[in-house]
């Protein structure tokens, strides 16, 4: 099943490429103006495969994915980032003696493996969690034991994404577990776990940056080449979107709750009270850094074939062009 859902405007309005929205299970900007209904002037729900990438994608969704594709190749432009918090906890069981990130030395940390995954986000936000968590304590990445999980012990059911994670932990097979957003916020209290850390709630951004902060707007380079109106357009819907998420927290929460099938206590829990406050796209110096940091580790640890120019994927243009017609 895509981790993913579409709209998209039908291709006789666009004579080229067709433009189709596509956004992660996550806090985002198209989210929020879909369930809005705002874009529905411009493009219909659709039953578009959102599987990446295709002729003109407007994609909202992790990092990790959108630095794959440019790694692998993929005509995008990165057009905009929002930095949302959001909860991410490395967890562990009350009687593995684990209280903070100096005693993961010479643990068992779990790593969910898909094989057939051509960008396996879920090992990439494990792997770069479980680094932030032992870099806090100086412990390097060859003193602790990292244990695959296989694509075939995975439970795959979106209720309830850590299934494999928590019963390796409740077995003994590993001695602690990386979570992350609203089902990982939910984790500790089913089954009684001990926090080690919650690298969300850390005070260094760099920290607390991982594969959905911050979040990528990337669009296909042929779409903007050849409607350029229409990608500025589409952008001041989602700036409006944002702009309207900063006075409407209850209805924000509820939008977010639906897009990731979570309950609003969990919202709550794994992205704060300031949630909608932090739909801001932009391209930002310190997101740009964090974005810059986020490559760096994915090459370095083998999620990333090849190295992405961070300068020659932005594209300026059509978020500044859409700011002056939102005006």
């Not at 097979?173 to 089913?190: E, L, M, N």
């Amino acid at each position: 099943m895509s981790l993913e859902s579409s709209v998209a405007t039908p291709a006789a309005t666009l004579g080229g490429p067709r433009l189709s929205l596509s956004r992660s299970p996550l806090p985002t900007t198209i989210g929020v103006a879909h369930h809005l209904g705002w874009l529905a002037r411009d493009v219909r729900r659709d039953a578009v495969e959102s599987a990446p990438p295709h002729p003109g994608l407007l994609r909202e969704g992790t990092n990790v994915a959108a630095l794959w594709e440019r790694a692998h190749g993929a005509s995008t432009r990165l057009l905009g980032l929002t930095w949302i918090d959001e909860y991410q906890g490395i967890l562990t069981l009350p009687d593995r003696g684990i209280t903070e990130p100096a005693q993961l030395a010479g643990r068992r940390l779990a790593l969910p493996r898909r094989d057939d995954a051509e960008i396996d986000v879920r090992r990439a936000a494990a792997r770069r969690g479980f680094h932030a968590a032992t870099g806090l304590a100086g412990v390097f990445c060859d003193e602790v034991v990292y244990v695959d999980l296989p694509a075939l012990a995975l439970d795959h059911d979106p209720a309830d994404p850590y299934a494999a994670e928590i019963a390796a932990l409740q077995s003994g097979a590993v001695d602690a577990i990386y979570v992350a957003g609203p089902a990982g916020a939910a984790v500790s209290g089913r089954i009684g776990a001990s926090e080690v850390v919650d690298l969300g709630a850390h005070l260094d951004p760099m920290v607390r940056a991982g594969a959905a902060t911050p979040v990528a707007l990337t669009v296909d380079a042929r779409l903007l080449q050849a409607r350029p109106d229409l990608v500025v357009q589409t952008l001041g819907t989602l700036l409006r979107a944002g702009e309207w998420a900063q006075g409407h927290p209850s209805e924000v929460a509820g939008i977010v709750a639906a897009e990731t099938g979570a309950s609003p206590r969990d919202v709550a829990a794994a992205y704060g009270n300031g949630l909608h406050e932090r739909f801001h796209l932009d391209l930002s110096t310190h997101k740009l850094a964090a974005l810059a940091a986020q490559r760096d580790f994915l090459l370095t640890h083998g999620f990333l074939d090849g190295d992405v120019d961070l300068l020659s994927w932005v594209d300026e243009a059509p978020l500044e062009a859409a700011r002056q017609l939102v005006g």
